[in-house]
């Protein structure tokens, strides 16, 4: 009798915790959906500029709020559009895992655009028409460029936004140097998209599918990566000491780019994971060196 009762208990544990495991894999099947890493980034990012332009308290955080919102629902997004090939081939995502519905996702989309433009929209009319300009540039990545050799050039293009957004939302308007801002970040969007894509480019030619990296091979990929950065520093440096800005003040935007180098240079013979984990830092490292380039700019 006493072994049969202490079954029934442990029978009972064991029940309560695989439902606790359950809820717990859906929830975070339910994060991952969104891409948290990039989403989360960016929003970071939009709300760092706007403080360094001085928006009034608490715009900041909303301005990172709509970002987030808006690059959740572009990862939610293409997941949905992904699922039907993912099934079988990445059991590990979150709708081939069988823990999220497309129903749910789509969900995510809707509710994710429509949070992160009205959140923008409220802020400052030009912001929620810039959050369309977002949405329209992560789906079309989703839905059209993502498998082909043209997959890196919504990064290029999204990327000089996130600055945008921040400035804009804070002072309503972009001063001069956004001349100078705009064409590094296209340069660094393109290399982060370069980064991302050799992260994935055994994944990708098990597909068929195509990418920079696929084309180019992950050398040659690699060195129009790293090149991309060099002439990114450049300008950076370039503008900077045509504005008269101090070494003082231009040292921590070398520290920021010495970061991205190191990155840049670990990942070269590195394996996927490898490679993906320095993607990770080389896109934190980018969001510091916008930052300290800021700082030195504005003075």
Do not use: C
Not at 18 to 47: E, K, N, Q, Y
Not at 154 to 175: E, K, Q
Not at 226 to 242: P, S
């Amino acid at each position: 009798m006493v072994a049969s009762g202490s079954s029934t208990i442990w029978s009972r544990t064991s029940t309560s915790s695989s439902t606790s495991d359950g809820r717990f894999a859906r929830i975070a099947a339910a994060v991952r959906l969104t891409h948290p890493f990039p989403s989360i980034l960016d929003g970071l990012v939009v709300s760092a500029v706007a403080l360094v332009a001085g928006a009034a308290p608490g715009i900041e955080l909303q301005l990172g709020a709509s970002m987030t919102a808006l690059q959740a629902s572009i990862g939610a997004l293409n997941d949905v559009h992904d699922a039907p090939e993912d099934a079988g081939r990445k059991p590990g995502k979150p709708i081939p895992a069988g823990l999220v519905g497309v129903p749910f996702a789509r969900v995510v989309v809707v509710g994710g655009a429509a949070i992160g433009l009205a959140l923008g929209a409220t802020v400052h009319p030009w912001v929620g028409a810039l959050g369309l300009v977002v949405l329209a540039i992560g789906y079309g990545y989703d839905l059209v460029a993502k498998g082909t050799a043209w997959s890196w050039l919504p990064f290029a293009a999204g990327i000089p936004v996130l600055p945008i957004y921040g400035w804009l939302g804070a002072t309503g308007s972009l001063p001069l140097f956004f001349i100078a801002l705009t064409p590094m970040a296209v340069l660094a969007g393109a290399a982060l998209a370069i980064a991302n894509a050799r992260a994935d480019v055994e994944r990708d030619l098990a597909a068929g599918t195509v990418s920079v990296a696929t084309s180019l091979g992950l050398e040659g990929s690699w060195r129009l990566h790293a090149g991309l950065w060099g002439v990114a520093v450049i300008v950076a440096v370039g503008w900077a000491m045509f504005r008269g800005v101090g070494l003082a003040q231009i040292a921590p935007v070398l520290a920021a780019a010495g970061l991205i180098a190191a990155a840049v240079a670990w990942s070269r013979e590195r394996d996927p994971a490898g490679r993906e984990r320095g993607w990770e830092f080389e896109a934190v490292a980018t969001a510091l060196a916008l930052l300290a380039w800021l700082a030195a700019v504005i003075r």
